[in-house]
């Protein structure tokens, strides 16, 4: 795959989005813990598509914000999601603290601040521009199911504004353009968990995994898109060294079955002595090992 560009193509129309890789990957909360957040529309599908990593929707919907059933965007990462994407050259960091997002505007130049807020215009103006076209097909419909006569009910509605007028910005783009911040083209090694390698071993092989907190594990496993599959395997890391409670081996196992999923251990292989040092092929292996209860 090429790295400078990739294009996905919306569901819901023929007309395809390209999308620039890498492509920015937001991160907050500074001190108070880490979110990795896409913004954009586009982004997030081609994540899904291309790397088969969906993230959790959290976004309150823009018509609906009374509920919290159906979310929007953004898109919020995992961090292991995050350090596969950018360990691919796929995205990078931007740290949107508020210390890190000031600096980052004060280092704009005129040009690049007018660009900016350019493309944020352009964008609100596209918004209600298929505002306008919608209530344009739903006032002919409506015409249409009452058998009114030509003339009655037809006044035309009022286009929307292209200049820099106060309503200019009446309509909020659901998709928002990347933000100003300080990049960074890694995440630390010490902010990723020690079940990192578990996962970037099962993500490799094709697998989807999501949060797995409400099945008491670390994954959820899938064989494809979660949308369209059921989870095969409750996935847990482990230390190859580590001691593992029979009690707990047991728990999982039979929970594992009791909802006709498999029970999965896995973690890094520790190189026999002297192996791989010196020719500098000393990597992570990963070996997985799957636990089922019978008589179920």
Not at 5 to 27: C, D, G, K, L, Q
Not at 200 to 208: E, S, W
Not at 237 to 253: P, R
Request: aromatic letters at 8%.
């Amino acid at each position: 795959m090429d790295s400078s560009s990739s294009s996905s193509s919306s569901s819901s129309s023929s007309v395809s989005v390209s999308v620039t890789e890498p492509f920015a990957i937001s991160r907050t909360g500074g001190s108070r813990g880490r979110s990795y957040l896409l913004h954009d529309a586009s982004t997030a599908r081609h994540v899904r598509r291309t790397y088969g990593l969906g993230g959790v929707l959290i976004g309150s919907l823009p018509s609906f914000p009374q509920q919290n059933v159906f979310l929007g965007l953004p898109t919020q990462l995992m961090v292991e999601e995050a350090a596969w994407l950018v360990e691919r050259g796929a995205g990078y960091i931007v740290d949107e603290d508020e210390a890190g997002h000031r600096a980052a505007m004060r280092a704009r130049s005129p040009a690049e601040h007018h660009a900016f807020t350019r493309a944020l215009q352009r964008e609100a103006h596209r918004a209600a521009a298929a505002v306008h076209l919608q209530a344009l097909r739903k006032r002919d419909k409506a015409r249409q199911r009452l058998q009114l006569p030509p003339g009655i009910g037809a006044e035309p509605c009022p286009p929307p504004d292209d200049d820099d007028g106060p309503h200019a910005f009446s309509i909020t783009p659901a998709t928002s353009p990347a933000t100003a911040g300080v990049r960074h083209a890694s995440i630390a090694a010490a902010s990723l968990p020690a079940s990192y390698p578990l996962f970037a071993h099962l993500v490799a092989r094709g697998y989807f995994l999501s949060p797995g907190l409400r099945f008491g594990c670390q994954y959820l496993v899938y064989p494809g898109d979660p949308l369209r599959f059921h989870s095969h395997f409750l996935a847990r890391a482990a230390g190859w060294d580590d001691e593992l409670d029979l009690l707990e081996l047991v728990a999982g196992g039979r929970l594992g079955t009791a909802v006709k999923k498999a029970f999965l251990l896995g973690g890094v292989v520790l190189p026999r002595d002297g192996e791989g040092e010196g020719d500098g092929t000393r990597e992570r292996r990963v070996r997985t090992f799957c636990i089922e209860w019978g008589g179920m």
